[in-house]
């Protein structure tokens, strides 16, 4: 990887030798990185992270100018470094901060578009339960919905926000909440493997813990509800659920879930030795139609009946509805 770099960095060795010593603690502060005549002082991570992509394969078209460190990640998603800034900007136009490059969910987001519910969103109300780092809250605001963006980890959150400021044209859609959704109202604490970690969950034992506010599904709706938000008056509700595990507790809810018109979880029925056929069952007896389906490798490898996606749509009038978008 570091002979890699020559390609990238006129002083790739010295740029190396010094990542090397500062990850092992000898030196601390920033990588200074040479290209295109220009200076960037990069941290750590961010060095990291442009060496790193750039051998797997994933970073490529890299030029250096005055307007900056520029590469295409995938040959898609902009890496923009000015000085020692960085931003991502995704297809649709959306900015991201560095500490947001999670290979796994860009590419689920805005390479598969696995989220994808149509192109105009106008007047949908989206309740995104398991928001992470924003990407699903901003890509369903970019495409016209109202969202309502759950994350409980306070380092996702806090990654979030940057992420909705960064994009003020989408801010007045977006409402984020730092809470968990659970099967009671109080605290839950959530295990977790870095600051920034999607894959934190109630079900899931690692390094950290975090203790954060919970609530029921039902307690959730009634907060929106007291927030002015009325969501009678939108075409269609979406709920939208990636919160590694807790689905199987949200759907006990079932006067709550006939609320909304359409249902998408991410399901990890592996965290609770479950599979997708409880959710199923029980969304399909309020008069939905559900399908699963594998969004990534990590589901192929655990198997489609505990990880994948299941989408259930309300049978009837939100059918015409959506085809129309």
């Known amino acids: 990887m570091l002979v890699s770099s020559r390609r990238l960095f006129s002083n790739w060795l010295l740029a190396g030798v010094k990542y090397y010593l500062t990850k092992h603690g000898v030196f601390k502060g920033g990588i200074i990185a040479k290209c295109g005549g220009k200076k960037y002082v990069l941290s750590p991570w961010v060095y990291s992270l442009i060496v790193n992509t750039y051998y797997d394969g994933l970073l490529r078209n890299v030029s250096c100018s005055n307007n ?6 995938w040959g898609v998603i902009d890496l923009i470094i000015r000085e020692s800034n960085g931003l991502l900007r995704v297809p649709d136009g959306i900015l991201l901060t560095l500490e947001s490059f999670d290979s796994v969910v860009l590419a689920e987001t805005w390479l598969y578009d696995i989220h994808f519910l149509g192109f105009d969103l106008d007047n949908w109300f ?25 994350e409980p980890l306070p380092g996702n959150y806090n990654v979030m926000l940057r992420n909705i400021e960064l994009n003020s044209n989408l801010k007045s859609r977006i409402v984020p909440m730092n809470i968990a959704v659970s099967g009671e109202d109080g605290f839950v604490e959530l295990g977790y493997s870095a600051s920034v970690n999607g894959g934190a969950s109630i079900y ?6 975090s203790k954060v506010k919970s609530m029921k599904l039902s307690t959730l709706v009634e907060e929106i ?3 002015g938000i009325d969501l ?15 689905e199987y507790d949200v759907i006990s809810e079932t006067n709550v879930l006939r609320l909304f018109d359409i249902i ?14 409880e959710l199923k069952n029980t969304i ?33 009038e939100v059918i015409r509805c959506t085809s129309q978008s």
Do not use: P
Not at 128 to 145: E, F, Q
Not at 265 to 271: D, V
């Open 68 to 73: 900056g460190f520029i590469g295409k990640l």
């Open 126 to 150: 989206v309740l995104d339960i398991g928001a992470y780092i924003g990407d699903t809250a901003l890509y369903y605001a970019k495409r016209g919905a109202f969202v309502v963006a759950i």
């Open 204 to 209: 899931n034992a690692r390094k950290f813990k």
């Open 232 to 246: 009678s008056r939108f075409r269609i509700r979406v709920l939208k659920m990636d919160c590694k595990g807790c």
């Open 225 to 227: 509800i007291n927030m």
């Open 264 to 277: 998408k979880i991410e399901y990890s029925g592996y965290l609770r030795n479950k599979t997708y056929h």
């Open 284 to 316: 399909e007896a309020l008069g939905f139609k559900c399908r699963n389906w594998v969004h990534n490798e990590i589901a192929l490898r655990i198997g489609l009946d505990k990880h994948g996606v299941l989408t259930c749509v309300k049978q009837g």
